[in-house]
Protein backbone atom coordinates (compact mmCIF):
# COMPACT_ATOMS: atom_id res chain seq x y z
CA UNK A 1 0.00 0.00 0.00
CA UNK A 2 1.03 3.52 -0.87
CA UNK A 3 2.54 5.99 2.01
CA UNK A 4 -0.54 8.55 0.78
CA UNK A 5 -2.86 5.91 2.18
CA UNK A 6 -1.52 5.29 5.57
CA UNK A 7 -1.19 9.12 5.80
CA UNK A 8 -4.80 8.81 5.76
CA UNK A 9 -6.32 9.68 9.24
CA UNK A 10 -9.39 7.44 10.42
CA UNK A 11 -12.68 9.15 10.05
CA UNK A 12 -13.14 9.47 14.20
CA UNK A 13 -9.72 11.53 14.09
CA UNK A 14 -11.08 14.05 11.33
CA UNK A 15 -14.24 14.57 13.15
CA UNK A 16 -12.53 14.77 16.37
CA UNK A 17 -10.06 17.32 15.31
CA UNK A 18 -12.92 19.53 13.68
CA UNK A 19 -14.69 19.57 16.55
CA UNK A 20 -11.88 20.72 18.25
CA UNK A 21 -11.29 23.06 16.48
CA UNK A 22 -14.59 24.66 16.43
CA UNK A 23 -15.28 24.34 19.53
CA UNK A 24 -11.72 25.61 21.18
CA UNK A 25 -9.55 27.49 18.02
CA UNK A 26 -7.73 29.62 21.19
CA UNK A 27 -5.98 25.90 21.93
CA UNK A 28 -4.84 25.47 17.91
CA UNK A 29 -1.53 26.48 17.83
CA UNK A 30 0.49 23.66 15.95
CA UNK A 31 -0.20 23.09 12.32
CA UNK A 32 -2.01 20.23 10.89
CA UNK A 33 -1.01 18.07 7.85
CA UNK A 34 -3.07 18.07 5.09
CA UNK A 35 -2.69 15.72 2.08
CA UNK A 36 -3.34 16.54 -2.00
CA UNK A 37 -3.17 13.80 -4.62
CA UNK A 38 -2.12 15.44 -7.97
CA UNK A 39 -3.06 12.95 -10.60
CA UNK A 40 -0.86 14.07 -13.90
CA UNK A 41 -3.55 13.27 -16.90
CA UNK A 42 -4.41 14.38 -20.11
CA UNK A 43 -7.55 16.02 -21.06
CA UNK A 44 -9.89 17.57 -23.94
CA UNK A 45 -10.37 21.09 -23.37
CA UNK A 46 -11.84 23.49 -25.30
CA UNK A 47 -11.21 27.38 -25.56
CA UNK A 48 -11.63 29.97 -28.57
CA UNK A 49 -13.65 26.91 -31.36
CA UNK A 50 -10.51 25.08 -30.71
CA UNK A 51 -10.08 21.69 -29.15
CA UNK A 52 -7.00 19.90 -28.00
CA UNK A 53 -5.66 17.72 -25.65
CA UNK A 54 -3.86 19.27 -22.53
CA UNK A 55 -2.02 18.32 -19.56
CA UNK A 56 -4.10 19.09 -16.20
CA UNK A 57 -3.96 17.93 -12.89
CA UNK A 58 -6.59 16.20 -11.83
CA UNK A 59 -8.08 17.01 -15.18
CA UNK A 60 -8.74 20.59 -13.98
CA UNK A 61 -7.62 23.69 -16.02
CA UNK A 62 -6.40 25.49 -14.31
CA UNK A 63 -5.27 23.15 -11.64
CA UNK A 64 -6.85 22.74 -7.70
CA UNK A 65 -6.72 24.91 -5.42
CA UNK A 66 -3.93 24.50 -2.71
CA UNK A 67 -5.57 25.68 1.03
CA UNK A 68 -3.47 25.88 3.68
CA UNK A 69 -2.43 28.10 7.42
CA UNK A 70 1.11 29.34 8.18
CA UNK A 71 2.45 26.21 10.48
CA UNK A 72 0.56 23.41 8.12
CA UNK A 73 2.37 20.60 6.67
CA UNK A 74 1.35 19.93 2.87
CA UNK A 75 1.98 16.22 1.89
CA UNK A 76 1.37 16.51 -1.65
CA UNK A 77 1.57 13.01 -3.66
CA UNK A 78 2.09 13.96 -7.29
CA UNK A 79 1.31 10.79 -9.91
CA UNK A 80 2.41 11.34 -13.30
CA UNK A 81 0.13 9.29 -15.92
CA UNK A 82 1.43 11.30 -19.05
CA UNK A 83 4.52 10.49 -21.49
CA UNK A 84 6.25 14.46 -20.37
CA UNK A 85 8.24 14.35 -17.83
CA UNK A 86 6.72 16.51 -14.50
CA UNK A 87 7.93 18.29 -11.67
CA UNK A 88 5.91 20.73 -9.55
CA UNK A 89 7.36 24.25 -7.67
CA UNK A 90 5.58 25.58 -5.01
CA UNK A 91 6.38 29.15 -5.81
CA UNK A 92 7.44 31.60 -3.23
CA UNK A 93 7.46 29.01 -0.38
CA UNK A 94 11.00 29.23 1.21
CA UNK A 95 11.57 25.20 2.00
CA UNK A 96 13.45 25.49 5.20
CA UNK A 97 15.64 22.15 5.03
CA UNK A 98 13.39 20.97 2.68
CA UNK A 99 14.97 22.08 -0.84
CA UNK A 100 14.22 18.53 -2.12
CA UNK A 101 10.45 19.55 -2.05
CA UNK A 102 10.89 22.90 -4.09
CA UNK A 103 10.60 21.09 -7.28
CA UNK A 104 12.77 22.73 -10.40
CA UNK A 105 13.53 19.92 -12.68
CA UNK A 106 17.39 19.13 -12.61
CA UNK A 107 17.92 21.60 -9.96
CA UNK A 108 16.49 20.20 -6.83
CA UNK A 109 15.28 16.76 -8.29
CA UNK A 110 15.14 14.64 -11.61
CA UNK A 111 11.78 15.05 -13.35
CA UNK A 112 8.76 12.28 -12.75
CA UNK A 113 8.92 10.12 -15.07
CA UNK A 114 5.70 8.34 -16.52
CA UNK A 115 4.36 5.82 -14.64
CA UNK A 116 6.43 7.50 -11.49
CA UNK A 117 5.08 9.34 -8.18
CA UNK A 118 6.79 11.72 -5.76
CA UNK A 119 5.04 12.86 -2.50
CA UNK A 120 6.50 16.80 -2.18
CA UNK A 121 6.33 17.09 1.67
CA UNK A 122 6.76 20.28 3.32
CA UNK A 123 5.98 23.19 5.72
CA UNK A 124 4.71 26.25 5.83
CA UNK A 125 6.98 28.50 8.28
CA UNK A 126 6.57 32.24 8.79
CA UNK A 127 4.21 32.65 5.56
CA UNK A 128 0.57 33.65 4.69
CA UNK A 129 -0.77 34.78 2.07
CA UNK A 130 -1.19 34.27 -2.11
CA UNK A 131 1.33 32.09 -3.63
CA UNK A 132 1.16 29.50 -6.61
CA UNK A 133 2.22 26.39 -7.94
CA UNK A 134 2.76 25.18 -11.40
CA UNK A 135 4.93 22.40 -13.06
CA UNK A 136 9.16 23.51 -13.55
CA UNK A 137 9.67 21.92 -16.96
CA UNK A 138 10.29 23.12 -20.03
CA UNK A 139 7.05 24.75 -20.83
CA UNK A 140 5.11 22.84 -18.88
CA UNK A 141 3.65 25.24 -16.62
CA UNK A 142 1.19 26.35 -19.81
CA UNK A 143 -1.72 24.26 -18.74
CA UNK A 144 0.16 22.99 -15.06
CA UNK A 145 -0.71 25.43 -12.39
CA UNK A 146 -3.26 26.89 -9.80
CA UNK A 147 -3.49 29.20 -6.63
CA UNK A 148 -1.71 28.51 -3.18
CA UNK A 149 -3.54 29.93 -0.81
CA UNK A 150 -1.97 30.14 2.96
CA UNK A 151 -4.52 31.47 5.48
CA UNK A 152 -2.89 32.82 8.50
CA UNK A 153 -3.00 31.07 11.74
CA UNK A 154 -5.56 30.57 13.69
CA UNK A 155 -7.32 33.80 15.84
CA UNK A 156 -4.68 36.07 13.63
CA UNK A 157 -6.15 38.44 11.92
CA UNK A 158 -5.38 40.27 8.73
CA UNK A 159 -4.00 43.58 8.92
CA UNK A 160 -6.60 45.31 7.61
CA UNK A 161 -10.63 44.41 7.73
CA UNK A 162 -11.70 41.55 6.91
CA UNK A 163 -13.45 41.19 3.45
CA UNK A 164 -16.90 39.61 2.54
CA UNK A 165 -15.06 37.29 0.25
CA UNK A 166 -11.71 35.94 -1.47
CA UNK A 167 -11.52 35.38 -5.08
CA UNK A 168 -8.21 34.02 -6.98
CA UNK A 169 -7.86 35.87 -10.27
CA UNK A 170 -4.98 33.62 -12.54
CA UNK A 171 -3.70 35.41 -15.30
CA UNK A 172 -3.15 32.43 -18.03
CA UNK A 173 -2.83 32.04 -21.71
CA UNK A 174 -4.32 29.54 -24.24
CA UNK A 175 -2.36 28.13 -26.90
CA UNK A 176 -4.08 26.17 -29.46
CA UNK A 177 -0.29 24.61 -30.60
CA UNK A 178 1.03 22.32 -28.15
CA UNK A 179 3.56 24.70 -26.34
CA UNK A 180 6.13 21.40 -26.22
CA UNK A 181 6.38 22.04 -29.46
CA UNK A 182 6.62 25.83 -29.73
CA UNK A 183 9.50 25.81 -27.89
CA UNK A 184 11.24 22.78 -29.28
CA UNK A 185 10.78 24.47 -32.79
CA UNK A 186 12.30 27.68 -31.39
CA UNK A 187 15.57 25.91 -29.66
CA UNK A 188 16.00 24.53 -33.24
CA UNK A 189 15.71 27.35 -35.21
CA UNK A 190 17.24 29.74 -32.71
CA UNK A 191 14.21 32.33 -33.65
CA UNK A 192 11.83 33.56 -30.76
CA UNK A 193 8.94 31.33 -30.44
CA UNK A 194 5.46 31.58 -31.96
CA UNK A 195 2.98 33.29 -29.42
CA UNK A 196 0.06 32.32 -27.50
CA UNK A 197 -4.01 32.63 -29.03
CA UNK A 198 -5.34 34.30 -25.81
CA UNK A 199 -5.44 35.22 -22.62
CA UNK A 200 -7.06 33.69 -20.11
CA UNK A 201 -8.73 34.63 -16.67
CA UNK A 202 -8.86 31.43 -14.40
CA UNK A 203 -8.69 29.31 -17.64
CA UNK A 204 -11.59 31.75 -19.76
CA UNK A 205 -10.68 33.74 -22.87
CA UNK A 206 -13.86 36.14 -22.40
CA UNK A 207 -15.30 38.02 -25.04
CA UNK A 208 -12.97 39.55 -27.23
CA UNK A 209 -11.78 36.88 -28.36
CA UNK A 210 -13.40 34.53 -31.54
CA UNK A 211 -16.32 32.41 -30.00
CA UNK A 212 -15.80 32.84 -26.56
CA UNK A 213 -18.69 35.02 -24.70
CA UNK A 214 -19.63 31.81 -23.12
CA UNK A 215 -16.14 31.27 -21.66
CA UNK A 216 -16.15 34.64 -19.79
CA UNK A 217 -14.81 35.23 -16.22
CA UNK A 218 -17.60 36.54 -14.38
CA UNK A 219 -16.58 38.25 -10.93
CA UNK A 220 -20.04 38.42 -9.29
CA UNK A 221 -20.09 40.81 -6.25
CA UNK A 222 -22.60 42.67 -4.15
CA UNK A 223 -23.28 46.16 -3.25
CA UNK A 224 -21.54 48.05 -0.26
CA UNK A 225 -19.12 45.14 -0.04
CA UNK A 226 -15.62 44.60 0.16
CA UNK A 227 -14.18 41.81 -2.16
CA UNK A 228 -9.85 40.18 -1.73
CA UNK A 229 -8.91 39.50 -5.47
CA UNK A 230 -5.90 37.08 -4.94
CA UNK A 231 -4.22 38.14 -8.73
CA UNK A 232 -1.59 35.81 -9.65
CA UNK A 233 0.03 36.00 -13.11
CA UNK A 234 0.85 32.71 -14.72
CA UNK A 235 1.42 33.86 -18.35
CA UNK A 236 3.61 32.75 -19.62
CA UNK A 237 6.09 35.37 -21.33
CA UNK A 238 3.98 38.74 -20.35
CA UNK A 239 3.91 41.27 -17.97
CA UNK A 240 0.54 42.55 -17.96
CA UNK A 241 -1.52 45.96 -17.08
CA UNK A 242 -4.89 45.14 -15.24
CA UNK A 243 -7.80 47.33 -14.50
CA UNK A 244 -11.92 47.24 -13.51
CA UNK A 245 -13.91 50.03 -15.40
CA UNK A 246 -14.76 52.92 -12.26
CA UNK A 247 -13.64 50.97 -9.54
CA UNK A 248 -10.50 51.42 -7.46
CA UNK A 249 -8.27 48.73 -5.71
CA UNK A 250 -6.27 49.30 -2.52
CA UNK A 251 -3.35 46.66 -2.86
CA UNK A 252 -2.15 45.19 0.80
CA UNK A 253 -0.24 42.55 -0.48
CA UNK A 254 2.98 41.26 -2.39
CA UNK A 255 4.28 37.78 -3.02
CA UNK A 256 3.11 36.86 0.21
CA UNK A 257 3.93 40.19 2.18
CA UNK A 258 1.73 42.43 3.00
CA UNK A 259 2.40 46.04 2.52
CA UNK A 260 1.34 49.74 3.48
CA UNK A 261 -2.20 50.09 1.39
CA UNK A 262 -2.57 51.90 -1.63
CA UNK A 263 -4.90 52.58 -4.13
CA UNK A 264 -4.37 52.52 -7.85
CA UNK A 265 -6.65 51.92 -10.68
CA UNK A 266 -4.35 49.49 -12.81
CA UNK A 267 -2.23 47.23 -11.62
CA UNK A 268 0.87 46.20 -13.04
CA UNK A 269 2.13 42.49 -12.44
CA UNK A 270 4.62 40.42 -13.70
CA UNK A 271 5.13 35.99 -14.56
CA UNK A 272 5.56 34.42 -11.32
CA UNK A 273 4.09 37.61 -8.99
CA UNK A 274 1.17 37.66 -7.09
CA UNK A 275 -1.10 40.55 -5.66
CA UNK A 276 -3.57 41.03 -3.02
CA UNK A 277 -6.13 43.99 -3.15
CA UNK A 278 -9.10 44.89 -1.97
CA UNK A 279 -12.05 45.96 -4.10
CA UNK A 280 -14.85 48.11 -2.51
CA UNK A 281 -18.31 47.66 -4.58
CA UNK A 282 -20.23 50.45 -4.54
CA UNK A 283 -23.29 50.93 -2.21
CA UNK A 284 -25.53 52.22 -5.28
CA UNK A 285 -24.77 51.68 -8.29
CA UNK A 286 -25.78 53.72 -11.25
CA UNK A 287 -24.60 50.72 -13.69
CA UNK A 288 -24.86 47.13 -12.60
CA UNK A 289 -22.33 45.59 -15.09
CA UNK A 290 -18.65 46.78 -15.55
CA UNK A 291 -15.75 44.93 -17.95
CA UNK A 292 -12.43 44.43 -16.56
CA UNK A 293 -9.41 43.92 -18.72
CA UNK A 294 -5.23 43.13 -19.26
CA UNK A 295 -3.26 43.95 -21.85
CA UNK A 296 0.60 43.22 -22.00
CA UNK A 297 3.21 45.78 -20.75
CA UNK A 298 6.35 45.03 -23.23
CA UNK A 299 9.58 47.02 -24.40
CA UNK A 300 11.66 44.07 -26.52
CA UNK A 301 12.17 43.95 -30.08
CA UNK A 302 10.68 40.56 -30.07
CA UNK A 303 7.10 38.92 -30.70
CA UNK A 304 4.35 38.96 -28.20
CA UNK A 305 0.93 38.19 -27.98
CA UNK A 306 -0.82 41.80 -28.24
CA UNK A 307 -4.36 41.33 -27.42
CA UNK A 308 -6.47 41.93 -24.51
CA UNK A 309 -8.52 39.82 -22.43
CA UNK A 310 -11.65 40.85 -20.85
CA UNK A 311 -13.90 39.52 -17.76
CA UNK A 312 -16.97 41.18 -16.36
CA UNK A 313 -17.92 42.57 -12.69
CA UNK A 314 -21.66 42.05 -11.78
CA UNK A 315 -23.70 43.23 -9.36
CA UNK A 316 -26.51 40.62 -7.99
CA UNK A 317 -29.31 42.60 -9.58
CA UNK A 318 -27.38 41.87 -13.16
CA UNK A 319 -26.64 38.14 -12.98
CA UNK A 320 -28.52 37.21 -15.65
CA UNK A 321 -26.82 39.94 -18.42
CA UNK A 322 -23.42 38.73 -19.19
CA UNK A 323 -23.22 41.12 -22.83
CA UNK A 324 -20.26 43.39 -22.77
CA UNK A 325 -22.09 45.28 -26.05
CA UNK A 326 -22.39 49.33 -25.35
CA UNK A 327 -20.42 48.72 -22.17
CA UNK A 328 -17.01 50.99 -22.03
CA UNK A 329 -13.77 49.43 -22.39
CA UNK A 330 -11.22 51.12 -19.79
CA UNK A 331 -8.42 52.36 -21.00
CA UNK A 332 -4.95 50.47 -20.17
CA UNK A 333 -1.05 52.69 -20.29
CA UNK A 334 0.56 52.14 -23.56
CA UNK A 335 2.22 48.92 -23.91
CA UNK A 336 5.73 50.19 -23.63
CA UNK A 337 4.93 52.66 -20.81
CA UNK A 338 7.69 51.83 -18.75
CA UNK A 339 7.26 55.09 -16.69
CA UNK A 340 3.60 53.86 -15.62
CA UNK A 341 5.38 50.81 -14.40
CA UNK A 342 8.34 52.38 -12.44
CA UNK A 343 6.10 54.67 -10.60
CA UNK A 344 3.68 51.44 -9.32
CA UNK A 345 6.13 49.51 -8.72
CA UNK A 346 7.87 52.25 -6.35
CA UNK A 347 4.41 52.04 -4.46
CA UNK A 348 5.47 49.40 -2.51
CA UNK A 349 6.28 49.27 0.81
CA UNK A 350 6.55 46.70 3.73
CA UNK A 351 4.70 47.53 6.76
CA UNK A 352 7.57 47.56 8.75
CA UNK A 353 5.45 47.09 12.26
CA UNK A 354 6.18 45.84 15.64
CA UNK A 355 3.98 42.93 14.23
CA UNK A 356 5.22 42.58 10.50
CA UNK A 357 9.10 43.96 10.90
CA UNK A 358 11.12 44.33 8.42
CA UNK A 359 14.95 42.27 8.78
CA UNK A 360 17.25 43.78 5.96
CA UNK A 361 20.44 43.20 6.35
CA UNK A 362 22.49 46.18 7.10
CA UNK A 363 25.64 45.06 6.36
CA UNK A 364 26.54 43.38 3.65
CA UNK A 365 29.12 40.34 3.26
CA UNK A 366 29.00 39.38 -0.32
CA UNK A 367 27.97 42.08 -2.78
CA UNK A 368 27.46 40.90 -6.61
CA UNK A 369 26.41 42.93 -9.92
CA UNK A 370 24.45 40.43 -12.53
CA UNK A 371 23.88 41.90 -15.70
CA UNK A 372 20.49 40.13 -17.55
CA UNK A 373 19.72 39.90 -20.43
CA UNK A 374 19.62 38.23 -24.53
CA UNK A 375 22.53 37.30 -26.44
CA UNK A 376 23.30 34.97 -28.98
CA UNK A 377 24.77 31.70 -30.25
CA UNK A 378 26.69 30.79 -32.97
CA UNK A 379 24.39 29.12 -35.39
CA UNK A 380 25.79 25.51 -35.89
CA UNK A 381 27.57 23.82 -38.95
CA UNK A 382 25.20 22.94 -42.00
CA UNK A 383 22.73 24.65 -40.22
CA UNK A 384 20.20 27.22 -41.10
CA UNK A 385 18.98 29.74 -38.04
CA UNK A 386 16.19 32.16 -37.82
CA UNK A 387 17.85 34.25 -34.75
CA UNK A 388 19.46 37.59 -34.54
CA UNK A 389 20.77 38.62 -38.31
CA UNK A 390 19.52 35.33 -39.38
CA UNK A 391 22.49 33.45 -38.64
CA UNK A 392 22.67 32.99 -35.24
CA UNK A 393 20.64 31.42 -32.48
CA UNK A 394 18.70 33.88 -29.61
CA UNK A 395 20.11 33.11 -25.81
CA UNK A 396 20.14 34.97 -22.58
CA UNK A 397 22.22 34.79 -19.44
CA UNK A 398 23.36 36.56 -16.18
CA UNK A 399 26.63 37.80 -16.33
CA UNK A 400 26.81 36.57 -19.98
CA UNK A 401 26.49 32.92 -19.26
CA UNK A 402 23.65 30.66 -20.58
CA UNK A 403 23.26 28.08 -18.09
CA UNK A 404 23.15 24.32 -19.28
CA UNK A 405 20.54 22.39 -17.16
CA UNK A 406 22.24 19.17 -15.86
CA UNK A 407 21.48 15.57 -16.95
CA UNK A 408 21.12 15.25 -13.42
CA UNK A 409 19.95 17.36 -9.84
CA UNK A 410 22.65 19.83 -8.88
CA UNK A 411 20.95 19.26 -5.06
CA UNK A 412 22.10 15.45 -5.73
CA UNK A 413 25.00 16.09 -6.95
CA UNK A 414 26.06 18.82 -4.14
CA UNK A 415 24.50 16.73 -1.39
CA UNK A 416 25.89 13.62 -2.17
CA UNK A 417 29.44 15.29 -3.17
CA UNK A 418 29.49 14.21 -6.80
CA UNK A 419 29.91 17.67 -8.34
CA UNK A 420 32.52 17.15 -10.89
CA UNK A 421 31.44 16.27 -14.52
CA UNK A 422 27.98 18.51 -13.12
CA UNK A 423 28.68 21.60 -12.39
CA UNK A 424 31.26 24.09 -10.83
CA UNK A 425 31.57 26.51 -8.36
CA UNK A 426 33.04 29.82 -10.30
CA UNK A 427 30.24 31.77 -11.07
CA UNK A 428 31.44 35.10 -11.52
CA UNK A 429 30.61 38.01 -8.79
CA UNK A 430 31.00 40.39 -11.78
CA UNK A 431 30.32 40.78 -15.44
CA UNK A 432 33.70 39.11 -16.74
CA UNK A 433 33.45 41.98 -19.47
CA UNK A 434 32.19 45.33 -18.85
CA UNK A 435 30.42 47.30 -20.97
CA UNK A 436 27.61 50.49 -21.77
CA UNK A 437 25.54 48.34 -20.26
CA UNK A 438 22.13 50.41 -21.62
CA UNK A 439 23.96 52.00 -24.43
CA UNK A 440 25.23 51.01 -27.78
CA UNK A 441 25.54 47.31 -27.53
CA UNK A 442 28.97 45.43 -28.61
CA UNK A 443 29.27 44.18 -31.30
CA UNK A 444 29.65 40.46 -29.87
CA UNK A 445 26.65 39.37 -28.71
CA UNK A 446 27.69 35.53 -28.15
CA UNK A 447 27.27 34.29 -24.56
CA UNK A 448 29.23 31.31 -22.80
CA UNK A 449 27.46 28.78 -22.11
CA UNK A 450 28.14 26.69 -18.76
CA UNK A 451 26.90 25.40 -15.51
CA UNK A 452 28.18 27.35 -12.34
CA UNK A 453 26.92 27.73 -9.23
CA UNK A 454 27.72 30.38 -6.36
CA UNK A 455 28.76 29.18 -3.05
CA UNK A 456 27.56 30.85 -0.01
CA UNK A 457 28.54 30.09 3.47
CA UNK A 458 25.36 29.67 5.72
CA UNK A 459 24.48 33.20 7.03
CA UNK A 460 25.94 35.29 4.16
CA UNK A 461 24.18 38.49 3.92
CA UNK A 462 24.19 39.39 0.02
CA UNK A 463 23.51 42.23 -2.06
CA UNK A 464 22.66 41.22 -6.03
CA UNK A 465 22.33 44.23 -8.15
CA UNK A 466 20.77 42.94 -11.42
CA UNK A 467 21.42 45.13 -14.56
CA UNK A 468 19.18 45.21 -17.67
CA UNK A 469 21.40 45.01 -21.09
CA UNK A 470 20.09 46.57 -24.05
CA UNK A 471 22.30 43.54 -26.27
CA UNK A 472 19.33 42.57 -28.71
CA UNK A 473 17.24 45.18 -26.53
CA UNK A 474 16.33 46.35 -23.54
CA UNK A 475 13.23 44.79 -21.72
CA UNK A 476 12.13 44.19 -18.31
CA UNK A 477 13.27 40.77 -16.47
CA UNK A 478 11.17 39.27 -13.72
CA UNK A 479 13.73 37.74 -11.87
CA UNK A 480 12.42 34.61 -9.16
CA UNK A 481 14.36 33.14 -6.46
CA UNK A 482 13.82 30.00 -5.19
CA UNK A 483 13.99 29.31 -1.27
CA UNK A 484 13.97 33.03 -0.40
CA UNK A 485 12.29 36.06 0.15
CA UNK A 486 14.72 39.21 -0.47
CA UNK A 487 13.80 42.83 0.39
CA UNK A 488 13.88 45.59 -3.08
CA UNK A 489 16.71 47.99 -1.65
CA UNK A 490 16.67 49.95 -4.60
CA UNK A 491 16.16 50.58 -8.25
CA UNK A 492 16.83 52.70 -11.17
CA UNK A 493 17.15 53.30 -14.94
CA UNK A 494 20.51 53.75 -16.69
CA UNK A 495 23.70 52.25 -15.80
CA UNK A 496 23.86 51.43 -11.71
CA UNK A 497 26.22 53.68 -9.91
CA UNK A 498 27.82 51.83 -7.29
CA UNK A 499 29.39 55.50 -5.83
CA UNK A 500 25.86 56.93 -5.33
CA UNK A 501 22.93 54.60 -6.03
CA UNK A 502 23.64 52.93 -2.85
CA UNK A 503 22.84 56.15 -0.67
CA UNK A 504 19.36 56.14 -2.29
CA UNK A 505 18.17 52.59 -0.86
CA UNK A 506 15.39 51.81 1.29
CA UNK A 507 16.61 50.29 4.49
CA UNK A 508 13.46 51.68 6.12
CA UNK A 509 10.37 49.84 4.45
CA UNK A 510 11.78 47.80 1.23
CA UNK A 511 9.22 45.97 0.12
CA UNK A 512 9.58 41.81 0.58
CA UNK A 513 9.59 39.59 -2.52
CA UNK A 514 10.00 36.44 -3.89
CA UNK A 515 10.08 37.82 -7.94
CA UNK A 516 10.99 41.35 -8.88
CA UNK A 517 11.05 43.16 -12.52
CA UNK A 518 14.36 44.27 -13.63
CA UNK A 519 13.18 47.52 -15.21
CA UNK A 520 13.57 47.65 -18.81
CA UNK A 521 16.91 49.78 -19.16
CA UNK A 522 17.60 50.00 -16.03
CA UNK A 523 18.57 48.00 -12.69
CA UNK A 524 17.40 46.50 -8.94
CA UNK A 525 19.23 45.94 -5.68
CA UNK A 526 18.12 43.31 -3.93
CA UNK A 527 19.02 42.20 -0.22
CA UNK A 528 18.49 38.91 1.56
CA UNK A 529 20.16 36.51 4.59
CA UNK A 530 21.53 32.89 3.10
CA UNK A 531 19.94 30.82 6.14
CA UNK A 532 18.61 28.38 4.01
CA UNK A 533 20.92 25.60 3.30
CA UNK A 534 20.24 23.75 -0.19
CA UNK A 535 20.71 24.07 -3.82
CA UNK A 536 17.86 27.53 -4.81
CA UNK A 537 17.66 28.85 -8.75
CA UNK A 538 17.35 32.10 -9.47
CA UNK A 539 15.74 32.85 -13.04
CA UNK A 540 13.99 35.08 -15.53
CA UNK A 541 9.92 34.33 -15.41
CA UNK A 542 9.43 34.60 -18.58
CA UNK A 543 9.86 31.03 -20.12
CA UNK A 544 11.04 31.94 -23.21
CA UNK A 545 14.16 33.55 -21.60
CA UNK A 546 14.58 30.85 -19.21
CA UNK A 547 14.73 28.37 -22.03
CA UNK A 548 17.30 30.46 -23.34
CA UNK A 549 19.39 30.23 -20.07
CA UNK A 550 18.49 33.62 -18.40
CA UNK A 551 19.55 31.43 -14.73
CA UNK A 552 21.57 30.59 -12.13
CA UNK A 553 22.03 28.62 -9.28
CA UNK A 554 23.28 29.52 -5.73
CA UNK A 555 24.28 26.55 -3.17
CA UNK A 556 23.66 27.43 0.49
CA UNK A 557 25.58 25.53 2.85
CA UNK A 558 24.86 24.23 5.90
CA UNK A 559 25.44 26.03 9.54
CA UNK A 560 26.42 24.10 12.26
CA UNK A 561 22.85 23.37 14.51
CA UNK A 562 20.89 20.61 13.94
CA UNK A 563 17.82 23.23 11.98
CA UNK A 564 20.54 24.91 10.46
CA UNK A 565 21.06 21.61 7.88
CA UNK A 566 19.75 20.24 4.68
CA UNK A 567 18.11 17.02 5.55
CA UNK A 568 18.41 13.76 3.62
CA UNK A 569 16.90 13.11 0.37
CA UNK A 570 13.33 11.30 0.56
CA UNK A 571 13.13 7.38 -0.55
CA UNK A 572 10.82 8.15 -3.08
CA UNK A 573 13.05 10.93 -4.50
CA UNK A 574 12.86 10.40 -8.89
CA UNK A 575 15.97 9.37 -10.59
CA UNK A 576 17.03 10.60 -13.73
Not at 314 to 333: A, G, Q, R, V, W
Request: glycine share 6%; with cysteine.
Amino acid sequence: MSLFYFARPTLFCVIFCICSILLFPEFVIAGVTRHYKFDIRLKNVTRICKTKTIVTVNGKFPGPRVVAREGDRLVIKVVNHVSNNVSIHWHGIRQLQSGWADGPAYVTQCPIQKGQSYVYNFTITGQRGTLWWHAHISWMRATLYGPLIIYPKHNVSYPFAKPHKEIPIIFGEWWNANTEAVINQSLVTGAGPNVSDSYTINGLPGPLYNCSAKDTFKLKVKPGKTYMLRIINAALNDDLFFRIANHTMTVVEADAFYVKPFETDIIVITPGQTTNVLLKTHHNPQQTTFVMVARPYFTGRGTFDNSTIAGILMYESSFNNISIKNLPIPTLPPINSTSFVSNFTNKFRALASVKFPVNVPRNVDKHFFFTVGLGSNPCPKYQTCQGPNNSSKFAASVNNISMILPNTALLQSYFFKKSNGVYTSDFPSVPLVSFNYTGTPPNNTNVSNGTKVVVLPFNTSVEVVMQDTSILGAESHPLHLHGYNFYVVGQGFGNFDPKNDPAKYNLVDPVERNTVGVPSGGWVAIRFLADNPGVWLMHCHFDVHLSWGLRMAWIVLDGKLPNQKLLPPPADLPMC
